[in-house]
Nanobody
Framework: QVQLVESGGGLVQAGGSLRLSCEAS????????MGWYRQAPGKQRVMVAT???????VYADSVKGRFTISRDNAKNTVYLQMNNLKPEDTAVYYC?????????WGQGTQVTVSS
């Protein structure tokens, strides 16, 4: 069945960097657009960045210039390079297809940015 496994989160000070990874299995990740989403406590889950099968990218205004999404189709993996992190980036980060499939949500990976 479909499984999305996120990793790479952690605790970092403001201004630091993290690289998140999402390994997909059971879906055709290489031909679908994929995205990173995040959800802070008490908030809606929102899209952060997307990347098409051809490598075209779109970013939320809140992360433009700081985050970079990429994919390795051979490894069926999507990455999110997060630079100049801010406390407001604190959230659980998830990956999924774009448009997302409701039942595909994985466990996510926690990113905490301290000030």
């Amino acid at each position: 069945q479909v499984q999305l496994v996120e990793s790479g989160g952690g605790l970092v000070q403001a201004g630091g960097s993290l690289r998140l990874s999402c390994e997909a299995s059971g879906i055709s990740g290489s031909i679908n657009a994929m995205g990173w989403y995040r959800q802070a406590p008490g908030k809606q889950r929102v899209m952060v960045a997307t990347v098409t099968s051809g490598g075209m990218t779109v970013y939320a205004d809140s992360v433009k210039g700081r985050f970079t999404i990429s994919r390795d189709n051979a490894k069926n993996t999507v990455y999110l390079q997060m630079n100049n992190l801010k406390p407001e980036d604190t959230a659980v980060y998830y990956c999924n297809r774009v448009p997302f499939v409701y039942d595909y949500w994985g466990q996510g990976t926690q990113v905490t940015v301290s000030s």
